[in-house]
């Protein structure tokens, strides 16, 4: 069978615009997580990518013309740019790796993904898409321009489905009110029926049968321009909501990281986004590995990217019950008050080791060996027994490594009550002499990147021959877990113990993924 390597890596997280940085935060026992205050003042924590694009932009201008930076800039989201950050920093650990990819063709493949897509950019057009509705109704719903309802302001007879005036409503839900009373005239104006019917006319204008096409398509475009600036100054009216739609919700799809960095890298192989929450990096990392060792790639661009903590994720995760909200860091196997939300990006570039090291390229880390994926089929959020402990069982038999040879683990753990459920199920498996860490209390929980994370500093720190410290003190220890399990990594490094490391990932939906890794022999 084929054994697959690390040939490079790049990460953007929180404290960390790289993986040079990131490495050496992880030395200490910190924790990376800041205020978040994105609904004004609030006692929210959270990890905060560190990162800017114009880092990049040297390597950009060297291998593409000078628009393409500002193109990067304007158009592409949060987990866009950051993925593309960590895949730059990610060919630098071997240098020549770079045309090796563009050299292999469609051996090379880009698997990148993202945990909840790029809901700032989301976020942002629907807010100026409510605003630009507001507008619109508003004008539209005013008796000067909506004959209905000056008609109807002299019977005031019932209409079916009119809404209460806002003026009867309480001021606490008088926005809806308004929005509600608007848009049912609006939809009800002679006046703007009157103005769609010559904006039908200029958007009815095509491109001649005659000519050369590509130029008449743009006089075209100026006429429609010139013709709707005529329109609009006609009527006094504000932009239609539809011209408020930035085309920017197209450019920021789940698959949009993949693609861009399949075409930054000139990567011409098969590019798409794996998604499954929480494993997503260990499902993707599968996947690498299954299309090496059939023989359908040699390399996979490996990642996942998140969009930085935002109002709707944090506010969303507060509503299910899992984050904490006490502005102070909650961290794994302690006092389970929940989870914090971060961002960020991790991307590796994992090859057939015998290709890559006949051409002199070193490989990282360690071995991945084998990942077990499973699915709980049973609940949204709370983990099973079952499904996880499945996945632990397959990745090991897979590994063709005994319990008692695993030397290191790496939880989930989220600092909830699924803490103790994750250890006492890895108990059952595995012997107490396992040594374990948890660092979702160190960056915080990115939700498709804090797996590739863990993975990474995993990987790391076994380089250095040591096992990176965590923000836990052993005082700190849930009694109820120290019943189950005593041999943690506190807030000092250790020695890395010898044998196989594991790492779990278990995703929202009951989806696990456990990654098996031993060191290069």
Known sequence: MRRVGIFGWGVVAPRSPNIEAFAKNLASSETWLTPFNGFGPDNFLVGTPEFDLADYKPWIDERFP?????????????????????????LAQNPGIEKELQELGTKAHVYVGTGLGDLPTIQNISLDL??????????WASPERNGALRQWRETREPLPGLPPEPSTIEEVERDKAEDDWWHFWAGRSPELREYLEELREIEAIGVPDEGDVESAKLAVIKEKRTRNARLQKKWSAPEPPWNAVSSNVLWNIHNTPASQVSMLGQITGMTFAP??????????????????RLGEAKAVVLGMTDAAPNPLVVGGFYNARVISADAAVSKPLTALRGTHIAGGAVVWVVGDYEHFTQKGFKALGLEPVAVGVTADADH?????????????????????????DVGSWDLHATATPGDFLEVQNLRDVLPESVLITARKGTFGHGMSAGGGWELTAQYLGAESGKVYPTPLSAPELNK?????????VFNQEVAAPEGCSGKLS?????????????PWK
């Open 66 to 90: 000078a628009n393409r930076f500002s193109q990067l800039e304007r158009k592409m989201g949060q987990p866009t740019q950051y993925a593309i950050g960590a895949f730059i920093q990610s």
């Open 130 to 139: 409510y605003r630009a509705q507001r507008r619109w109704d508003r004008f």
């Open 275 to 292: 998604v499954a929450a929480c494993s997503s990096f260990g499902y993707g990392l599968k996947l690498a590995m299954n299309a090496i």
């Open 380 to 404: 949204i959020i709370t983990p099973s027994k079952e499904g996880p402990t499945l996945a632990i069982r397959e990745a090991l038999g897979a590994a063709g490594c005994q319990p008692q």
């Open 480 to 488: 109820q877990i120290a019943k189950v399990h005593g041999r943690f």
């Open 506 to 518: 278990m995703g929202v939906g009951g989806i696990n993924a456990c990654v098996i890794s031993r």
